[in-house]
């Protein structure tokens, strides 16, 4: 009995928020566990959809998992069903800015967002990885990229589950607001058109140059220009480029704690797995801390996942993080000069406010 007031101090001393940072930890270390037992091949992939899927309700938790699954079916679907006529630069920009821009404005418009976002993510990621890897069939690419999602997705549910019916009887979570259809909105619309072109300039810079990291790259200009609907105006440059600078600035920060990692572990295993847990934390802390910082706790968790859930523990390496690291700096190169030269041309108009954070989507 005498144990019970200090127990008792203890609990009230952890918070929802708290409860929150363990769940995610949880839900990626299982993910690992769970994609090494499918036999994924890209094993990071799954700790990403560990770790992105989770939220404090457990029914937004399933229903981010259900949609995230089904974006990544249908856009690998679609992008098997077109392969054979992408023989050309020509047409796989065009191909990447017409689902691009239509995956992008139905993310930023309709109720299901978070499908129509993956759809548009994995068809880039698909045509892209074929640009790059033409060796490699398309098939292989999309097989294994849906197991991993299905494996990130089931370790995250699992844990928000079982954290349902034990530790939020506790520390319940607060349901966000449902999402709404916007309907039509030409201000998305012109912006998802941005996106589609910047898709389509990284496909011919790609032709002409041979830049590496294409897929991170593609991946990077679509979550960028993931903000609220009513946040763009006249142009979407302010809202977008702070979100570009928070992405270089987590990645940036996550390759250098991951590098850290990689260099006392030396392939130990526990170190590596210890340094995964550390930065999971530190970058969920961020998202659920200052709504400025939030994208910046993103890229950094996703940076150290990236370099420290290797296929296997022994090949763990810096060069993941960095080429996520490069793919944003590329990004930023292509949509940046799209932004600007809209922005220079846009009508004046007042510009409409909207806290940044309201009604995001996700993304990656």
């Not at 799954?46 to 229903?63: D, I, K, N, Q, S």
């Not at 050309?88 to 418009?109: C, E, K, M």
């Not at 847990?277 to 950094?300: A, C, F, K, M, S």
């Amino acid at each position: 009995m005498a144990q019970a007031p200090s127990f008792k101090r203890l609990t009230d001393r952890i918070s929802a928020r708290t409860i929150d940072e363990a769940e995610v930890v949880a839900s990626v270390l299982l993910a690992i566990l769970v994609a090494h037992a499918m036999g994924a091949t890209n094993v990071s992939w799954a700790a990403f959809a560990g770790y992105m899927v989770m939220r404090g309700h457990a029914a937004e938790t399933v229903l981010r998992g259900v949609l995230r699954i089904l974006g990544t079916i249908a856009g690998g679907l679609l992008a098997l069903a077109v392969s054979p006529l992408l023989g050309s630069p020509f047409a796989a920009a065009l191909a990447l800015f017409l689902v691009g821009s239509g995956a992008l404005y139905a993310a930023l418009t309709a109720r299901r967002s978070y499908a129509w976002l993956f759809l548009g993510l994995t068809f880039a990621m698909v045509v892209l990885d074929r640009i790059e890897h033409p060796g490699i069939a398309a098939r292989d690419f999309v097989e294994t990229r849906i197991l991993e999602t299905v494996a990130g997705t089931l370790a995250c549910v699992a844990v928000s589950l079982a954290s349902t019916f034990t530790l939020r009887r506790r520390w319940p979570a607060t349901r966000s607001p449902r999402p709404v259809s916007l309907g039509w909105h030409p201000e998305a619309f012109r912006h998802a058109l941005q996106a589609g072109v910047a898709l389509a300039v990284l496909v011919a810079l790609a032709a002409w140059l041979h830049v590496p990291a294409l897929a991170q790259s593609a991946i990077g200009i679509m979550a960028v220009m993931i903000v609220p609907a009513d946040a763009i105006g006249a142009s979407g440059l302010g809202p977008v480029s702070r979100r570009l600078l928070h992405r270089f600035i987590g990645c940036l920060a996550g390759a250098a704690i991951a590098a850290v990692f990689l260099f006392l572990a030396q392939g130990r295993a526990p170190l590596l797995i210890l340094g995964t847990i550390l930065g999971v934390v530190l970058g969920r802390h961020l998202e659920n801390g200052d709504p400025r910082h939030r994208y910046v706790g993103t890229q950094l968790a996703l940076a150290i996942l990236i370099a420290l859930v290797p296929d296997s523990y022994a090949d763990a390496a810096i060069e993941p993080a960095l080429t996520r690291l490069a793919g944003v700096l590329i990004g930023i190169a292509v949509l940046e000069p799209v932004l600007l030269a809209w922005h220079a041309l846009a009508p004046r108009r007042p510009a409409q406010t909207a806290a940044e954070d309201r009604g995001e989507i996700g993304g990656i």
